[in-house]
């Protein structure tokens, strides 16, 4: 069966750094687009970025949009998002997703994903 085990949450300061892995099983996901989504309490699950099905190409929500960065380690199965110069508003639970094939045409929205991760919390202090 298909797993995704996310790691590298927790609690770092406003301006520093945090790494979070989404590490797959049960299947080969390198060709296959992704997106990172994240949801605080009382809020709805919102875009955070994703990579297309080619892996050439990535968007993110303005709110992150030159502070955060996706990359993947096809030969480990696993996608990263790369946190910089956090804020308190990105406080929030973190979720990596996939979609049945490699392609989505809703790669903005939860709609186009159907493999999730557990989630982590991640919590800026100012």
């Known amino acids: 069966q298909v797993q995704l085990a996310q790691s590298g949450g927790g609690l770092v300061q406003a301006g520093g750094s945090l790494r979070l892995s989404c590490a797959a099983s049960?299947?080969?996901?390198?060709?296959?687009?992704m997106g990172w989504f994240r949801q605080a309490p009382g809020k709805e699950r919102e875009f955070v970025g994703g990579?297309?099905?080619?892996?050439?190409?990535?968007y993110y929500a303005d709110s992150v949009k030159g502070r955060f960065t996706i990359s993947r380690d096809s030969a480990k199965n696993t996608v990263y998002l790369q946190m910089n110069n956090l804020k308190s508003e990105d406080t929030a639970v973190y979720y990596c997703?996939?979609?049945?094939?490699?392609?989505?045409?809703?790669?903005?929205?939860?709609?186009?994903?159907?493999?999730w991760g557990q989630g982590t919390q991640v919590t800026v202090s100012s």
């Open positions: 990579i297309t099905w080619r892996g050439d190409d990535s």
């Open positions: 049960g299947r080969t996901f390198s060709s296959y687009a």
């Open positions: 997703a996939f979609p049945r094939s490699p392609y989505t045409s809703y790669y903005q929205t939860a709609l186009g994903y159907h493999y």
